[in-house]
């Protein structure tokens, strides 16, 4: 049976790998079956496209040839009625003429027929001047056809050339596709940046990638572009297109893949191997651990590691020695085995003894924190290194980074990246709004709700209509009214004593504090914004 169970095991485990890599295989085939039919359903859209480009441009050059034609129409119009005025003059005086010669040829033609001599010759003389008037056989009378003015016949009108421009009209020749400079493209933790070399008669470039199975584009005018908010250690491939008038050129692509996070590698603190000694497990810079090493005689420790990306955060412990076999303090009850006793026996002793002692506080290094990008809402963006937060007038689609640390889908929220768990800590909001909220939160609160509405913070809320008031535990508010207003807020948080203070970084007034019975979980600073912008200022020392 057992020989059984192992076949059986080996077996499964052989079907096992390959159900993985057949799995893996179907999936990297489906991905690039999507990519082919995305492929061609552009290519059926670029084509369309050019299509209606077409139909317009040859609509729009008909429109032209007929404007056209009714322009020249008009101007041969305006010619040939001068001319015909001018010959019509002629013909209007030749007509006048030939009535007049009519009219004595008539009556010229009837005293002929005269047979009464002394009628005829009292007509004759009369007769006579009537035909010497008649001047239609006068030379300067008669007028040549071809003399005559005709402007319309000067008109030419020759479309060859513009027949030959029509013949050779295309569609244009596509923009080369981009070259992209792989050894000037870099990458950190959480960015990417892609150098390509410009083109000619390039009007924008369009870069495509993929963040968690989203897709992202952006359009750039100049020779570079920078993804942020990336994954770290993880493989991102970029597409690069050029466009000008005729249309989109060939995609050309590089592979990045983003460096490691050094905050990821966070030394671990073992057990201290004596009373006077604690060890530490450090990483390599791939984040494998080594051996443990021993560190001995530091009064406060604090541990970090470093990579070529960067450092990690700190990590620190505190360590009480224990007390010495004969100490001197003040107590009441009898003391004579106290003092003489091991250490086991000090303990035993130590229940009927009142020891006055002062306890130390805790050492707490200046606050620093950024905004962090993973819990960013869809309506705001970030600068400056992640210390700047602005308003967006639109809604800027982006994955959810992990499930746990999920983004804000109401879209104005976001928290800081580093947490408080104890003591007091201090930092400063420079504000360029009129509607925000500025508190801390629990890293669980609702991610479809802001800080000023939600059971699971605690804010300074500012209205556009210029009311403060203290929010806290959902729809509990308290309206306070600081004179002036300020434009750089101060937030003291302590966490020991739950309290949050609110201040007026350039006065130093006091505008407000909450009181809470007791935090249960760490603290993030946490910020709503509904316009402008709010910058964070850190490593502050705590106020007096």
Known sequence: MAALEEVFSQRRAELQV?????GARLT????YLRDMEERREHIEQSAAALNDVIKQECEALHEVIRQREVEMNRQVALVSEDDVASVQQVIDKIKDEIQKSRTSFTYAREVLKETDHGCFLQNVDLIMKKIDVASID????IIEPTEIKCDVENLKVDLSQMKEKLKSIDIGSLPEAPVILSDECRTTSDEAY?????????EEYYVEYKVENVRMHAIVEGDSFTAKNLAPETTYAFVVSSRNKTGTSLKSSVELVTKSDPSRFVPVLADPTDNSAYAISPLTEHGAREDVTNIRELESPVILYRNKTGTSPNTSVELVTKQSPVVTTAVTGSTDNFARSPLAEQEEACENTTITSTRQSRYQTPFTFKFCPFTLGT???LFDRDTRVKMLHYTCGRPSWSRFVPSFSGGCTVLGNKSVSFGKQYWEVSVKSKSYSIGVAYADMPRDRTIMDSSRSWA????KDGRFALAYERHSYRDIYPRPKPTRIGVLLDYDRCTLSFTNAETNEHIGTMFKWRYTQPLYPAFSLWSGE???HTSFALPQ
């Open 194 to 202: 892609i150098k390509w070399q410009l083109g000619n008669d390039i």
């Open 460 to 463: 300074l809320d500012v209205t």
């Open 28 to 31: 990297e085939v489906e991905e």
């Open 534 to 536: 709010l910058t964070i």
């Open 18 to 22: 390959g159900v993985d890599r057949l």
């Open 138 to 141: 006068d030379v300067d009378f």
């Open 379 to 381: 309506t705001l963006t």
